[in-house]
């Protein structure tokens, strides 16, 4: 999936969370996802109404998280860690681990940093800042 439309993206994750729960076989980046999506118990009723939740807008006025925008967060993270990109991103996800850090908590750290690290750039309408991102993952919390 290479920048999915928003639509694309949430039916992606409808599809392959409506494939797991009849039995179907998934594709590996639908594996992925259905292991991301259970390990998140809050957003099972939204991906268990596509009809309602399809079009539904989440603003941070609301005090939500966008359930979609969380989900292709941990998959864009999962591939950086895969593919060590940006360079040392591993290393620093490593080091959360070796302090402690549980698997998970350490994503949504790399997550946080990320979405920071966006909002920045496109605030600026620059490119992602690498180091401004490995440097927010490496901060002490």
């Known amino acids: 999936m290479f920048n999915p439309s928003r639509d694309q993206a949430r039916t992606f994750f409808f599809e392959a969370w409506r494939k797991q729960a009849e039995r179907l ?27 309602r939740h399809q079009e ?3 603003t941070p006025e609301q005090g939500e998280t966008n359930p979609f925008l969380h989900l292709s967060l941990h998959l ?28 998970h908590e350490a994503e949504h750290r790399l997550m946080d940093a990320l979405a920071e690290t966006l909002w920045e750039s496109q605030r600026h309408g620059l490119p992602l800042d690498a180091a401004a991102y490995l440097r927010r993952v490496r901060a002490p919390s």
């Open 76 to 103: 864009a993270v999962q591939e950086q860690l895969g593919i060590d990109q940006p360079p040392g991103l591993r290393a620093a996800w490593q080091q959360l681990l070796k302090g402690g850090m549980p698997p």
């Open 56 to 58: 539904r807008e989440w």
């Open 25 to 51: 076989p998934l594709t590996p980046l639908e594996e992925q996802a259905t292991r991301i999506m259970g390990q998140h118990p809050e957003y099972h009723r939204v991906l268990d109404d596509r009809l």
